[in-house]
């Protein structure tokens, strides 16, 4: 989620960064919601600091035997307001985490413009590109057509977007992970192997940017994690 902070102090530097994002300037409304919430907090502490010396005073009154009925009905009026001030400082900062929230990252400053992917930049070119002398197939076709890969069978257990390797594409994908960490945490690699938990709290997911924007594609258990 975007720094509230970065936007107070960056605020041309924020919407352009969502105009190559082919979005609208923001920062305007979501700095009145910040302003806004700000001021609550402000007045909210600034009520507590009175109604915590309005306190002192009526104990300083009681132990001397005075009335303190004025202050003490100060102190109820105090209340209401801070109740009130208070509710409207978490409505704000909700409300402005879910502005937040939902917004792409900027991209970088290299990252070229474009309304779409006809707008890349061909940045470098390895190797020389085969010309065939035919329509060329691609992974789907020939793994079905070798019988590694079975994309209708996943689909029934899984959904879309899965498949079953089977035979040496299975082996070919084991032998591809485990060279890749052999090659990058042995010695000369500079990493650390990490085998992390399987499931995590929302907290984490939301931490990465994948909640709340990923939230229908993601898997989830029905229990919350403790």
């Known amino acids: 989620m975007h720094d509230i902070r970065f936007i107070r102090e960056n605020p041309a ?5 969502l105009g190559k994002r082919n979005l609208p300037p923001l920062s305007t409304e979501i700095l009145e919601i910040d302003k806004r919430r700000r001021a609550a907090i402000s007045e909210s502490e ?26 003490m009905a100060e102190v109820a009026s105090l209340e209401e307001k801070l109740k009130k001030r208070e509710a409207e400082a978490t409505a704000l900062d909700a409300e402005l985490t879910r502005r937040l929230e939902v917004l792409p990252n900027l991209p970088a400053d290299d990252v070229p413009d474009g ?14 590109q085969r010309n065939f002398g035919f329509p060329p197939k691609d992974h789907q076709a020939l ?5 590694e890969m079975d994309f209708a069978r996943a689909a029934k257990i899984s959904g879309a977007r899965f498949v079953f390797l089977k035979s040496h594409l299975a082996r070919l ?4 992970a485990q060279f890749m960490l052999d090659l990058h945490t042995g010695p000369e690699g500079g990493y650390l192997e990490v085998n992390p ?24 258990t029905t229990t919350a994690i403790g």
């Open 13 to 17: 530097a924020f919407d352009a960064g």
């Open 115 to 128: 309304s779409d992917e006809t707008g890349n930049v061909e940045l470098r070119r390895v190797g020389n």
């Open 197 to 220: 938990p399987f499931l995590v709290k929302d907290t984490a997911v939301y931490g990465v940017g994948q909640l709340p924007k990923f939230a229908e594609d993601m898997f989830h």
């Open 173 to 176: 994908e084991r032998a591809l």
């Open 143 to 147: 793994g079905e057509a070798t019988g």
């Open 46 to 71: 600034s009520l507590q600091a009175r109604r915590k010396a309005l306190s002192q005073q009526i104990g300083a009154a009681k132990r001397k035997g005075e009335l303190a009925e004025q202050l």
